[in-house]
């Protein structure tokens, strides 16, 4: 188990601004161009553009595939369903949104040049500079870059047209979005910082590590009694002065973890499952902690070290609150904008 396991609430994953995705400049779209005959079918219509089916497995396996992996041991499976439902439903609008804005984005004539395509493509080419933490040639670079062009089935040409509708898109939220938003005024920002004050200052934090002996969610009566004596062997090894780390690189069972002696790092209220972080708050600094459980299994933790909440002033926070504010009022223009291309829109799905 890993913090992300402990950690409460982060089973969800949140639905993407596809305004940063697209104003982050030509993010690196590489999707294939061959449809298999199986699956080469419309799910979704957009005006008179079609959505493939080919085209969305390509978006969504990468996706559910990460969330199998990063989840499937801790998840029901009725709550993994669920989840996986959630995200094929909200990748799906966001194709939808990204048609709507290049059908936009044509209507207005949105121009592109050549040498702005080419500056793109040196862009993405850029990314393909460093390989296992070393510089490549150029020449290395081009061929890898060639290569993922190949594995992807992508000419250039097709990959030029693709990064030309990305610079449309880009351009027209530029006009439509980000100009009509103004900064935050001063007022503004002192009043968002009056109102959040506990959310802006910085937080009381205890830095851990553990053990952990898992036991499954509908583990037998004797597989619990098993791992129950496992973490009392544990703690009586504690107990007679042996090193946590070292017990923890060789009893826990948290993959997350386990190799760097138990280590979580620094945590906050709020954070972990209720019971692992009452722990961690009481226990006092360079203590050990008796063994508890939560739903993951039993633990036993040690506090390494604790940090009071500190104040921040305004003028510590006004550059950084500045920018979320700003990023706020961008998001609810976008979403405005979109909501109005959808509703002058016709669209069907297949997906519900």
């Given at each position: 188990?890993?913090?992300?396991?402990?950690?409460?609430?982060?089973?969800?994953?949140?639905?993407?601004?596809?305004?940063?995705?697209?104003?982050?400049f030509?993010?690196?779209?590489?999707?294939?161009?061959?449809?298999?005959?199986?699956?080469?079918?419309?799910?979704a219509?957009?005006?008179?553009?079609?959505?493939?089916?080919?085209?969305?497995?390509?978006a969504v396996?990468?996706?559910?595939?990460?969330?199998?992996?990063?989840?499937?041991?801790?998840?029901?499976?009725?709550?993994?369903?669920?989840?996986?439902?959630?995200?094929?439903?909200?990748?799906?609008?966001?194709?939808?949104?990204?048609?709507?804005?290049?059908?936009?984005?044509?209507?207005?004539?949105?121009k592109?040049?050549?040498?702005?395509?080419?500056?793109?493509?040196?862009?993405?080419?850029?990314?393909?500079?460093?390989?296992?933490?070393?510089?490549?040639?150029?020449?290395?670079?081009?061929?890898?870059?060639?290569?993922?062009?190949?594995?992807?089935?992508?000419?250039?040409?097709?990959?030029?047209?693709?990064?030309?509708?990305?610079?449309?898109?880009?351009?027209?939220i530029e006009d439509?979005?980000?100009?009509?938003?103004?900064?935050?005024?001063?007022?503004?920002?002192?009043?968002?910082?009056?109102?959040?004050?506990?959310?802006?200052?910085?937080?009381?934090?205890?830095?851990?590590?553990?053990?952990?002996?898992?036991?499954?969610?509908?583990?037998?009566?004797?597989?619990?009694?098993?791992?129950l004596?496992?973490?009392?062997?544990?703690?009586?090894k504690?107990?007679?002065?042996?090193d946590?780390?070292?017990?923890?690189?060789?009893?826990?069972?948290?993959?997350?973890?386990?190799?760097?002696?138990?280590?979580?790092?620094?945590?906050?209220?709020?954070?972990?499952?209720?019971?692992?972080?009452?722990?961690?708050?009481?226990?006092?600094?360079?203590?050990?902690?008796?063994?508890?459980?939560t739903?993951?299994?039993?633990?036993?933790?040690?506090?390494?070290?604790?940090?009071?909440?500190?104040?921040?002033?305004f003028?510590?926070?006004?550059?950084?609150?500045?920018?979320?504010?700003?990023?706020?009022?961008?998001?609810?223009?976008?979403?405005?904008?979109?909501?109005?291309?959808?509703?002058?829109?016709?669209?069907?799905?297949?997906?519900?």
């Open positions: 188990m890993n913090n992300t396991e402990l950690t409460r609430n982060r089973h969800g994953i949140g639905k993407k601004w596809l305004y940063l995705l697209l104003s982050t030509l993010p690196f779209y590489l999707s294939t161009c061959l449809y298999s005959a199986v699956v080469n079918k419309a799910i219509k957009v005006n008179d553009d079609i959505i493939l089916q080919s085209d969305y497995e390509e396996n990468p996706v559910i595939e990460q969330i199998k992996k990063t989840y499937g041991e801790v998840m029901p499976q009725e709550d993994m369903d669920k989840k996986i439902a959630e995200i094929k439903k909200e990748l799906l609008d966001q194709m939808i949104d990204q048609k709507l804005l290049l059908q936009e984005a044509k209507k207005k004539d949105v592109v040049s050549k040498r702005e395509v080419d500056d793109g493509i040196e862009t993405v080419k850029d990314r393909f500079k460093r390989k296992n933490g070393k510089m490549l040639t150029s020449i290395e670079a081009d061929a890898e870059f060639n290569s993922e062009l190949q594995k992807q089935n992508l000419t250039m040409a097709k990959f030029r047209d693709k990064l030309r509708e990305d610079i449309m898109v880009n351009k027209l439509g979005v980000v100009r009509k938003v103004t900064p935050p005024s001063d007022d503004e920002l002192k009043s968002y910082y009056e109102k959040n004050r506990d959310k802006i200052d910085e937080p009381e934090k205890v830095s851990v590590r553990h053990i952990l002996i898992r036991v499954e969610k509908n583990a037998s009566t004797k597989e619990k009694s098993q791992a004596n496992k973490i009392k062997e544990v703690q009586q504690l107990k007679k002065g042996e946590f780390a070292k017990l923890a690189q060789q009893y826990s069972e948290d993959p997350g973890s386990q190799k760097s002696g138990g280590e979580l790092g620094f945590i906050v209220r709020g954070m972990m499952v209720k019971n692992f972080e009452d722990t961690a708050f009481k226990t006092p600094v360079g203590e050990i902690s008796d063994y508890f459980e739903e993951f299994g039993y633990h036993i933790l040690k506090v390494d070290a604790k940090q009071a909440k500190q104040k921040r002033s003028e510590d926070v006004k550059l950084n609150l500045e920018k979320y504010l700003l990023a706020e009022k961008r998001q609810e223009e976008y979403e405005k904008y979109i909501k109005n291309l959808r509703d002058k829109s016709n669209i069907s799905s297949d997906i519900k």
